[in-house]
């Protein structure tokens, strides 16, 4: 069942609409509150449910792991970067309590360059799992392939 | 000029009590407005249905002590300095916007009604002109529409808009009218009708605008709070704290991965305003 969102809860802030991957979460323009305009078109990836700041937004457990009559909830906490989910089953009996991390070190700050790894040795290149890698990737010899090194250009349009 | 009471020639020419029965009607129309919106939307069933439901599940029980202890600090809270409002310009022009508002139509119905203290011609004019800059910066800047949705200030949605462009044209003309000279010829005339229509369009269409939110989100905002108390909380989980030693327990995965006293990770999808035009 596709996402829908608590129109009282809801503040009209628009985190979900940015975040929706498939462009359906939408502010009606007259109660100027979120509102999800395909339900056809709704993956239930979570992608809104997680990201609106009031929790205004409620969707149907997956089958695998939801009973009928269940309720799902999470909440994603960016600053303690964790996510917890409650699974309640329809007679409250089952009341499942989860939390994992979802980040171990300050968002945005620490993310890897490339650049910084050195590139494996020539033993690792010669090792087991390495010894197959392709050519083109230049883990013989060289640099990378690319377009421009090979005095090739990439033209606009279409070619058959 | 902002001390003159601008109804003193208005009731010398159709007389206070015209002013009073037109004031008196509008309190009616409000008030018969709020009950029609509740009995035709059926917003007071569904809110003490769901009530029920979160009764339902409740963890704990509240004393009647606790609730009013919440009552309270939704009042200084959520009432008086809107602190439902994340985003700090929302909440300020809201602040203004109300106050001016309500100190509008106190002063209104105060000098209306015969007062002759000279404090109410100076709250009038702070009044309206609060509720004009408030109100204004909402409008133009601030509506989601306008920053988030990379519309235009002017395309205007009749039912979404009714209640802040007529709060707006109310309090514009009636500072107009009151710097034009208060009268009721010429220039002062063509302010005056536009402030009451404006002031009548607000008054009479509390079914259809937003109007209402006045009365329901002091009771939302309370019954949120006795989700929290009781532990139902919307079937929502408890986060807790990372470095609590109970959590760190319960999670064997927090300390492994994320050591004994996690950092405050800052912020990552919520760094940028959700701007999605």
Known sequence: ?160 | MLSTNPFTELSAAIGAEAMQIYVILMFIAVIVGVIIDVVHKKSAAYFFENAKKAEKAAKRSISSGDKMSMAASTLTGEVLTSSEFANPQRRVSHLMTMYGFIIFVVANVAMIFGSEAGIWPLLWHLGALSLAVGGGWFFFAIRVDVSSEGGKWYALDLRGDLFIVSLLVMSVFALLWSFSGAGLSGLSLVFFILFIAAATTLFTTVIWSKFAHMFFKPAAAYQKKITRADGSQENLPDVGEMNDPAVQARYPDIPEYMGTNPPDMGLGIKREKPTHF
Request: hydrophobic share 30%.
């Open chain 1, 1 to 160: 069942m596709p996402t829908f969102v608590y129109m009282t809860r809801c503040d009209g802030c628009g985190h979900c609409v940015d975040i929706c991957p498939s462009d359906i979460m939408h502010i009606d323009p007259t109660y100027r509150r979120a509102y999800n305009i395909e339900p056809n078109m709704c993956w239930e990836c979570y992608s809104c449910v997680k990201a609106c700041p009031h929790h205004a937004i409620d969707v149907r457990g997956y089958a695998d792991f939801a009973p009928l009559g269940h309720s799902v909830r999470v909440i994603r906490d960016e600053e303690k970067g964790v996510i917890a989910w409650r699974i309640k089953s329809r007679n409250g009996e089952t009341d499942l309590n989860l939390l994992a991390p979802i980040t171990t070190k300050p968002w945005g700050k620490h993310i890897p360059q490339l650049a910084d790894v050195t590139g494996p040795s020539q033993d690792q290149r010669n090792s087991q799992l390495l010894y197959n890698e392709p050519k083109y990737i230049r883990l013989d010899d060289g640099d990378i392939h690319t377009l421009e090194s090979n005095g090739l250009e990439l033209k606009e349009g279409v070619y058959y």
